[in-house]
């Protein structure tokens, strides 16, 4: 895998992995702590982006240049679509695609500007082990054997089912989307779409232009909508940030 980036857009997303990285050297570059160690035997290079588009490219191209990361991962919460996608259900991306980049009439509405699509893919291989990675942590949980989460904790956070993995369409804008009505608009436009965040598809362009493969996951922490759940910090803390270090421990457990 060589080295991997692990990417959040809060701190608190990546709670858990720096915790496991008491050695790792800080290197300060465009305003953000790059945190350089190793996890399971691999090199690792974990930063919070900030949150947008402008900033994970910013992010991206950063670990890229100056850090010569071989792999890209962006892990955070997001805000379910698709129908059967719930409270902390997990989305692995396959496509993702900016539901606010708009240059018609000269370019199609979504199209990205001379590029010639309005989505970027996400690596197959890297996404299939990141997929395996989830799949496997969700297993745990439901048997009783993950360190980091319990079902009890998922119940004490509103998640009552058990939860499942999807992989498809992601969208990304500049739009923290929070009401029915915003939701419904995004799902008439893109009815593949599972779920709606602020980065991913910034990231992944960067990663198209570098020429090196990135990966999405991300945690539902709502529905996108006027619905009420748990505290939204609150989730990421006692949620979201477990996945991610769980998921982040198997994933680099596979690469061997």
Same mark, same amino acid.
């Given at each position: 895998?060589?080295?991997?980036?692990?990417?959040?857009?809060?701190?608190?997303?990546?709670?858990?992995?720096?915790?496991?990285?008491?050695?790792?050297?800080?290197?300060?570059?465009?305003?953000?702590?790059?945190?350089?160690?190793?996890?399971?035997?691999?090199?690792?290079?974990?930063?919070?982006?900030?949150?947008?588009?402008?900033?994970?490219?910013?992010?991206?191209?950063?670990?890229?240049?100056?850090?010569?990361?071989?792999?890209?991962?962006?892990?955070?919460? !997001?805000?379910?679509?698709?129908?059967? /996608? #719930?409270?902390?259900?997990? &989305?692995?991306? @396959?496509?993702? $695609?900016?539901? =606010?980049?708009?240059?018609?009439?000269?370019?199609?509405?979504?199209?990205?500007?001379?590029?010639?699509?309005?989505?970027?893919?996400?690596?197959?291989?890297?996404?299939?082990?990141?997929?395996?990675?989830?799949?496997?942590?969700?297993?745990?949980?439901?048997?009783?054997?993950?360190?980091?989460?319990?079902? !009890?904790?998922?119940?004490?956070?509103? /998640? #009552?089912?058990?939860?499942? &993995?999807?992989? @498809?369409?992601? $969208?990304?804008? =500049?739009?923290?989307?929070?009401?029915?009505?915003?939701?419904?608009?995004?799902?008439?436009?893109?009815?593949?779409?599972?779920?709606?965040?602020?980065?991913?598809?910034?990231?992944?362009?960067?990663?198209?232009?570098?020429?090196?493969?990135?990966?999405?996951?991300?945690?539902?922490?709502?529905?996108?909508?006027?619905?009420?759940?748990?505290?939204?910090? #609150?989730?990421?803390?006692? &949620?979201?940030?477990?996945?991610?270090?769980?998921?982040?421990?198997?994933?680099?457990?596979?690469?061997?």
């Amino acid at each position: 895998m060589g080295r991997l980036a692990i990417v959040s857009a809060m701190e608190s997303e990546l709670r858990g992995l720096l915790a496991s990285l008491p050695q790792a050297e800080c290197v300060r570059r465009a305003g953000r702590e790059f945190w350089v160690g190793s996890l399971g035997g691999h090199e690792v290079v974990l930063v919070r982006s900030l949150i947008g588009k402008v900033a994970a490219a910013t992010t991206a191209a950063v670990l890229l240049e100056h850090f010569g990361v071989e792999s890209l991962l962006f892990t955070g919460v !997001a805000g379910g679509l698709g129908a059967d /996608v #719930r409270i902390g259900d997990i &989305v692995v991306a @396959g496509d993702l $695609l900016q539901h =606010d980049m708009d240059a018609s009439p000269i370019f199609p509405r979504f199209e990205v500007p001379l590029y010639g699509t309005d989505r970027f893919t996400a690596d197959a291989a890297l996404s299939a082990r990141l997929h395996a990675a989830c799949e496997e942590v969700l297993t745990a949980i439901e048997a009783g054997r993950c360190e980091e989460l319990s079902r !009890a904790q998922l119940e004490d956070c509103g /998640v #009552r089912h058990a939860p499942r &993995v999807h992989r @498809g369409l992601i $969208l990304s804008g =500049d739009r923290f989307v929070s009401s029915a009505a915003e939701a419904r608009a995004l799902q008439a436009d893109h009815p593949a779409a599972l779920a709606v965040e602020m980065e991913g598809a910034a990231l992944a362009q960067v990663a198209h232009d570098f020429g090196v493969p990135c990966a999405v996951m991300r945690t539902i922490s709502d529905r996108a909508d006027d619905s009420a759940h748990v505290d939204f910090n #609150r989730f990421i803390a006692d &949620v979201a940030s477990r996945y991610t270090h769980a998921v982040a421990m198997s994933l680099l457990g596979m690469a061997g």
